[in-house]
């Protein structure tokens, strides 16, 4: 019994500390301010898309650390690195240092704490990975959905730069204080009829080894680019296409954000994780496809389509933990979804820039849209081959 009462103990400190490092999604309630306070043009969205490609980088090195040790001091680490980012974000005025302190060390920070977090939660709960990384992620999906209302008026009366030092001591500090909760977990039971292999599963390097891998990571970057494109442009997004408050919207789309991570978790445990991610695509194209006519069909439209995105996005997240488990192992799962991972770092450069060069194009995102549609198709037709190539070798 006492086991279980720490488990639930361990996923409740990795949930608040996603929360923490989830303040990275509002990014694009930062951009503005910083925008107007140094100057600086659309360019910094780099800032952005750096700080999440780090996230892949980050849990690759300390995933070893985590598999073996458990997440405590890593997660600790991690605590320091984004809050000291967020900090001296709060005190710079060079671009470029802007791309160092956000892009960087946040960025590191971010994905130290967000993978330590993940593979420790799904350790403890290996027979609710789905959920479990469902309920884990929707803490980073929802750090944006607890923290505007806190962060708006902030920015309105103390500025950016104050508001970024404040945050960055603030939550720099409960991410540490959450980091001594993350204990590590016991080694996996495994059943007499468990597949050859199962208790240990496979090291990264096997797993790159083979085509699976390889169409899953494709997949996922294919999922990951367009919820990257939304949530760095989505205050824009808002504001061109006339669809009411950007920090309403983006607090809606928080919720859906983390509604999804919940929710398809759980769905992924009844009907499995590769049909439930089919469905994702499916509705993430419908999303796409309704932002894109919002202006032929109406505002509450375009809201819809936001918010149709964003609760896939959110599932998507919420899947791969487990699929990467399910399909190498829980010994080296830190490890091995990092690598899994570095699709969505190439999501978070790809998906941003794409809505960012089309806007300046042809000053709109009407084109990132479509394309961002296709690749939910593509994704969906990838991910219906893969289960049937699956089968047949079942």
Same mark, same amino acid.
């Given at each position: 019994?006492?086991?279980?009462?720490?488990?639930?103990?361990?996923?409740?400190?990795?949930?608040?500390?996603?929360?923490?490092?989830?303040?990275?999604?509002?990014?694009?309630?930062?951009?503005?301010?910083?925008?107007?306070?140094?100057?600086?043009?659309?360019?910094?969205?780099?800032?952005?898309?750096?700080?999440?490609?780090?996230?892949?980088?980050?849990?690759?090195?300390?995933?070893?650390?985590?598999?073996?040790?458990?997440?405590?001091?890593?997660?600790?680490?991690?605590?320091?690195?984004?809050?000291?980012?967020?900090?001296?974000?709060?005190?710079?005025?060079?671009?470029?240092?802007?791309?160092?302190?956000?892009?960087?060390?946040?960025?590191?920070?971010?994905?130290?704490?967000?993978?330590?977090?993940?593979?420790?939660?799904?350790?403890?709960?290996?027979?609710?990975?789905?959920?479990?990384?469902?309920?884990?992620?929707?803490?980073?999906?929802?750090?944006?959905?607890?923290?505007?209302?806190?962060?708006?008026?902030?920015?309105?009366? $103390?500025?950016?730069?104050? =508001?970024?030092?404040?945050?960055?001591?603030?939550? @720099?500090? !409960?991410? /540490?204080?959450? +980091? %001594?909760?993350?204990?590590?977990?016991?080694?996996?039971?495994?059943?007499?009829?468990?597949?050859?292999?199962?208790?240990?599963?496979?090291?990264?390097?096997?797993?790159?080894?083979?085509?699976?891998?390889?169409?899953?990571?494709?997949?996922?970057?294919?999922?990951?680019?367009?919820?990257?494109?939304?949530?760095?442009?989505?205050?824009?997004?808002?504001?061109?296409?006339?669809?009411?408050?950007?920090?309403?919207?983006?607090?809606?789309?928080?919720?859906?954000?983390?509604?999804?991570?919940?929710?398809?978790?759980?769905?992924?445990?009844?009907?499995?994780?590769?049909?439930?991610?089919?469905?994702?695509?499916?509705?993430?194209?419908?999303?796409?496809?309704? $932002?894109?006519?919002?202006? =032929?069909?109406?505002?509450?439209?375009?809201?819809? @389509?936001? !918010?149709? /995105?964003?609760? +896939? %996005?959110?599932?998507?997240?919420?899947?791969?933990?487990?699929?990467?488990?399910?399909?190498?192992?829980?010994?080296?799962?830190?490890?091995?979804?990092?690598?899994?991972?570095?699709?969505?770092?190439?999501?978070?450069?790809?998906?941003?820039?794409?809505?960012?060069?089309?806007?300046?194009?042809?000053?709109?995102?009407?084109?990132?849209?479509?394309?961002?549609?296709?690749?939910?198709?593509?994704?969906?037709?990838?991910?219906?081959?893969?289960?049937?190539?699956?089968?047949?070798?079942?």
């Amino acid at each position: 019994m006492e086991k279980q009462r720490n488990r639930w103990l361990i996923l409740a400190a990795a949930i608040i500390t996603n929360i923490s490092l989830g303040a990275g999604y509002m990014w694009s309630l930062f951009a503005g301010p910083l925008k107007a306070a140094h100057g600086w043009g659309d360019s910094i969205s780099w800032a952005y898309s750096l700080a999440f490609a780090m996230v892949p980088v980050a849990m690759i090195i300390f995933g070893p650390v985590v598999d073996k040790n458990g997440g405590k001091k890593v997660t600790l680490l991690a605590g320091l690195l984004f809050g000291a980012g967020m900090l001296l974000t709060g005190f710079i005025t060079s671009e470029v240092l802007l791309y160092v302190t956000y892009g960087l060390i946040t960025g590191f920070g971010i994905g130290t704490g967000y993978g330590a977090a993940t593979a420790t939660t799904v350790k403890w709960f290996p027979d609710k990975k789905g959920l479990a990384g469902g309920l884990t992620a929707a803490g980073f999906g929802s750090g944006a959905l607890i923290l505007t209302p806190i962060v708006q008026p902030m920015i309105d009366n $103390l500025g950016i730069s104050r =508001t970024f030092q404040i945050m960055g001591i603030a939550l @720099g500090l !409960l991410v /540490i204080a959450c +980091s %001594f909760l993350l204990e590590k977990a016991p080694a996996p039971k495994v059943a007499a009829n468990a597949p050859a292999g199962s208790a240990d599963g496979k090291n990264y390097k096997e797993m790159m080894k083979e085509g699976k891998f390889w169409l899953l990571w494709t997949i996922y970057a294919l999922a990951a680019t367009g919820g990257m494109m939304l949530i760095g442009h989505a205050a824009g997004i808002v504001n061109d296409y006339n669809l009411g408050n950007a920090a309403t919207v983006i607090m809606l789309a928080a919720v859906a954000n983390t509604a999804g991570r919940v929710f398809w978790g759980f769905v992924s445990d009844k009907i499995g994780r590769y049909l439930t991610v089919v469905v994702m695509f499916v509705v993430s194209g419908a999303g796409l496809l309704l $932002l894109n006519f919002n202006q =032929t069909l109406g505002a509450t439209a375009g809201v819809i @389509g936001i !918010l149709l /995105i964003y609760l +896939s %996005f959110g599932g998507f997240l919420g899947a791969f933990p487990g699929i990467t488990a399910e399909n190498w192992g829980v010994k080296n799962a830190s490890t091995n979804y990092g690598w899994m991972f570095t699709a969505y770092g190439i999501a978070a450069i790809v998906g941003p820039q794409l809505g960012s060069i089309f806007k300046g194009m042809q000053g709109n995102f009407g084109m990132a849209f479509i394309i961002s549609t296709v690749m939910s198709v593509v994704g969906a037709i990838l991910m219906l081959t893969f289960m049937n190539s699956s089968k047949k070798k079942a």
